[in-house]
């Protein structure tokens, strides 16, 4: 008979736990945040970045489903970068369930007061400075005064810069003896470069009466090849026949640089598709057949 | 398809103005310049000809086929210069092509074609169609822009304005996996305005601002492209100085400010950036930046010195030079003279490139050194060095401690003697370069070796009709998993069979072996000639074979299906060309 009684103790002092739960905790907050976001703090609107879930359960006690969110951007120290202001945020009317925002709905922009240097930078660039950070969001009553729950996440945001052109460099003229069997391209790794990115090397002929940019975007490479990963070197074997007056006698070449899943790397303007800054180089016959001088600036 | 109306108005306004200002004297018609076609055909037999994984992959279109009409046309006081150079065929590759059939408005943008037509009559300057202007360096000057604009030049004063597309609509088209097909990521019609308003003295001095305009249209496209492929917006404002004093001085000033916004499909705000009216309004994805170029030189007689100064902001973006890499500052300081009684003359320059300035991309800015010096001496008639030295190092800002640094050192001596029949040169050119990576996380080193010989000889006959030319090449790189030798060796003709016709040939044998495997063989076989078919028309042919015979770098019995023999491949090309000069 105690083993019963005690069983209806514990099934009370239970169920008593799970209505106190639900009368203190009937809004529930998951941050679903990347741990590695888009550098754009703009771009925080895409789903790649996460998801914040507002949870509304409504139970006999019902309680006030307008909301506003509070979001304060906090770095590696727990310093406060930037805060929201709570008098402009909008209110929310949760729905009973499951209400779903984006991560951009999280960090509120329009709506964050970052600190000076931290302001500047992001009007500069619409980035952070690389670095550990946390975003703290509350969930409060419009009024703003009582915190309904809270959640903070870490995460980890760096940009890329993608390599500079360095062999052959901008306007060079190599010798055609040589550079009808080898020609050596040599560039700048891509910073960061925590991961080992694809690198491919693409050169392009320029043809006669094009200008170096229309041969760049107009025409098909002759090069289209991956350098050995983790290098940043690629001996061309080009193999054509550049001592001849017919042939050409420039090129422009550019590296373009993918990440571990194979897409281009992101930067301002995605139609580069994480392409360099090109270079242009010129094939001179110094001495022998069909001696030409200058084919870069012809 | 506005443009083609407003161009059309432009040209019609243009010849109206102008009509009453021809000089009726002076009606005579001049046409110089140029027209042409060039043709390349491109074959490949691989053996096997199906295989896995696929061994070598055609480097070319098979086809290739481009048209060229440059004729300069002058009557009276006009003078209208031509530039059309273009192909029918679409090969673009770093911009998309067109699911179907290109439509005449993407022929027209086709960033692989070029429709410009530029009538100047005085001060006046008409653009229409595709324009390559180079207003300054921070403004626009990288691409190719179809549209329409004007060049006004009244006294001093320089006004130039162009409105045109430097990007064509493509849609979007997705991926499939059956059959393969990636797809076409598309891309959205860029609008570009332009102007430029200063004043000039040619050859004294430029004082002028710049201002780009471009935005991508919306719906320009039926299927847009998906993110990141964006619809942008960008202005520039650059403020241009340049000037040249009587005593060889030389100065450059440039100072621009961006606004960009990377996504137009971002809601409008007014943070981080505020409007900039009446240009653009300000979205949560806009941001503003500044660039600058400062330049100084003097010029002596036998000498010049000078230096630069570029910085670019993180945020500054031009859309007239999509590719430009921001976020760093560089100085360089260059150096060309003549010593000893001009026999020496040095060419030589010492800077540093800075990156990572924002911190966006990591802890600490990257650094790179850039050092070159060439010097070539005369020693005599007949005896000339050449020594060249090259050093780029390069510090990354992140936890990887990634360092590179390349050195090269190049030596050629060159000797020339004659007969009484013959002039003959002997040239030599030996490069060492080394080029090491250093990786602390995780700690990594890679060193490359590469060594490069070169031995030419070039007999030159008095009065024989044929010049051959030999030369042979050896090559080494080593590194951690790589060493390649490439052992090469060439003769070439060239033979004057006729007073308008020149033959020319040339054998290559090359040994191409990366240890330990055994050599890859080639021969490229090249033969063609120049003929100036009458005086103002001239054919060019040239044709080329590369046999390629791999060894057992490539053994055929990892190939599947298993071929029992060493693969091989044969390119062969046909280049043509006709050109008449008018």
């Given amino acids: ?298 | 398809m506005k443009y083609f109306t407003r161009i059309a108005a432009f040209l019609l306004l243009f010849f109206a103005l102008h009509a009453s200002a021809q000089d009726e004297k002076k009606k005579k018609v001049t046409l110089t310049g140029d027209m042409g076609v060039w043709y390349e055909g491109y074959g490949l037999d691989k053996t096997p000809e199906q295989s896995t994984p696929n061994f070598y992959q055609p480097r070319k279109p098979w086809n290739s086929l481009r048209y060229s009409f440059n004729p300069s046309i002058t009557y009276g006081k006009w003078s209208i210069p031509v530039n059309f150079n273009f192909s029918m065929l679409q090969n673009n590759f770093l911009t998309p092509v067109t699911s179907g059939k290109q439509s005449i408005w993407q022929f027209l943008t086709n960033p692989a074609n070029n429709f410009g037509i530029s009538p100047k009559i005085g001060t006046t300057e008409i653009l229409l169609g595709t324009q390559n202007l180079h207003y300054s360096d921070l403004s626009t000057g990288d691409l190719g822009i179809f549209g329409y604009g004007v060049n006004l030049s009244p006294g001093k004063f320089r006004i130039k304005l162009f409105n045109g597309v430097s990007q064509r609509p493509i849609d979007y088209v997705a991926p499939t996996i059956l059959p393969p097909d990636p797809g076409i990521i598309g891309s959205y019609q860029r609008n570009q305005w332009m102007a430029q308003l200063g004043m000039e003295k040619e050859g004294k001095y430029f004082v002028g601002f710049n201002f780009v305009h471009a935005v991508d249209e919306r719906n320009s496209v039926t299927s847009p492209p998906l993110t990141p492929i964006d619809p942008q917006e960008n202005t520039i404002i650059s403020f241009l100085a340049t000037a040249t004093t009587g005593n060889g001085w030389n100065y450059h000033v440039e100072l621009g400010q961006s606004f960009h916004t990377r996504d137009l499909n971002t809601p409008l705000s007014i943070i981080p950036v505020e409007d900039f009216k009446p240009f653009m309004n300000a979205h949560t994805s806009t941001n503003k930046d500044n660039a600058v170029m400062l330049g100084l030189a003097k010029k002596g007689k036998d000498w010049e010195i000078g230096g630069k100064f570029n910085y670019y902001g993180a945020g500054y973006f031009s859309a007239g030079y999509p590719f430009m890499s921001n976020d760093r500052m560089e100085y360089l300081a260059n150096t060309h003279f003549n010593a000893w009684k001009k026999k020496i003359n040095v060419v030589a320059s010492i800077g540093q490139r800075f990156g990572n300035l924002s911190l966006t991309s990591g802890p600490n800015i990257t650094k790179q050194l850039i050092a070159n010096a060439n010097v070539f001496t005369q020693f005599n008639d007949n005896f000339s060095l050449n020594a060249s030295f090259n050093n780029f190092g390069f510090n990354s800002a992140d936890i990887s401690g990634y360092k590179s640094v390349s050195n090269e050192l190049s030596i050629n001596p060159s000797y020339t003697w004659n007969t009484a029949t013959m002039s003959n040169l002997i040239s030599a050119t030996y490069t060492w370069s080394k080029y090491d990576e250093t990786i602390i996380i995780p700690a990594s080193v890679t060193q490359n070796n590469t060594q490069t010989v070169l031995l030419l000889y070039v007999p030159t006959f008095f009065k024989a009709k044929i010049n051959p030319d030999l030369s042979v090449m050896w090559f080494r790189n080593t590194a951690p998993s790589i060493n390649l030798t490439l052992l090469t060796a060439t003769g070439g003709m060239t033979w004057k069979a006729g007073k308008k016709i020149n033959l020319k040939s040339q054998l290559q044998y090359n040994l191409s072996t990366t240890a330990p495997f055994t050599a890859n063989k080639n021969i490229l076989v090249t033969g063609g000639f120049d003929w100036e078919i009458y005086k103002k028309l001239t054919w060019q042919l040239l044709l080329t074979g590369n046999l390629y015979s791999y060894g057992t770098e490539l053994p055929g019995n990892s190939l599947i299906p298993v071929y029992p023999s060493d693969p091989r491949y044969i390119e062969s090309s046909i280049r043509t060309g006709l050109q008449y000069k008018f």
């Fill in chain 1, 1 to 298: 008979m105690q083993a019963t009684e005690m069983k209806k103790y514990y099934l009370v002092i239970i169920i008593m736990l799970c209505l106190g739960r639900v009368s203190n905790a009937q809004i529930s907050l998951n941050l679903a945040l990347n741990s590695r976001p888009q550098p754009w703090l703009a771009d925080w609107a895409s789903p790649v970045n996460g998801v914040m879930v507002i949870t509304l359960i409504q139970s006999a006690i019902q309680v006030d489903p307008a909301i506003k969110i509070r979001t304060t951007l906090l770095d590696q120290n727990g310093a406060t970068v930037g805060i929201s202001n709570i008098n402009a945020a909008r209110v929310y009317l949760l729905k009973p369930g499951v209400n779903q925002f984006t991560i951009a709905d999280a960090l509120q922009l329009q709506n964050l007061n970052l600190n000076g240097s931290v302001r500047i930078l992001l009007q500069r660039t619409g980035r952070l400075a690389a670095g550990q950070y946390q975003l703290m969001v509350e969930i409060t009553n419009t009024a703003g005064d009582v915190v309904r729950t809270k959640q903070t996440k870490p995460f980890f945001v760096a940009s890329y810069q993608l390599p500079i052109l360095m062999q052959p460099t901008n306007g060079s003229e190599l010798d055609a003896h040589i550079a009808q069997s080898v020609i050596t391209f040599r560039w700048t790794a891509l910073v960061p470069s925590n991961e080992l990115p694809t690198y491919r090397v693409q050169v392009f002929e320029i043809l006669s009466g094009q200008t170096p940019m229309q041969a760049f975007r107009g025409n098909r490479p002759l090069l289209d090849e991956q350098a050995i990963k983790g290098t940043t070197q690629y001996i061309w074997r080009p193999n054509l026949p550049m001592l001849d007056s017919t042939a050409n006698k420039r090129f422009i070449w550019t590296v373009q640089t993918l990440d571990i899943k194979g897409a281009p790397i992101p930067t301002a303007d995605m139609n580069i598709q994480g392409r360099s800054e090109p270079a242009i180089f010129g094939i001179i016959n110094q001495t022998g057949l069909n001696k030409k001088n200058d084919p870069v600036k012809q």
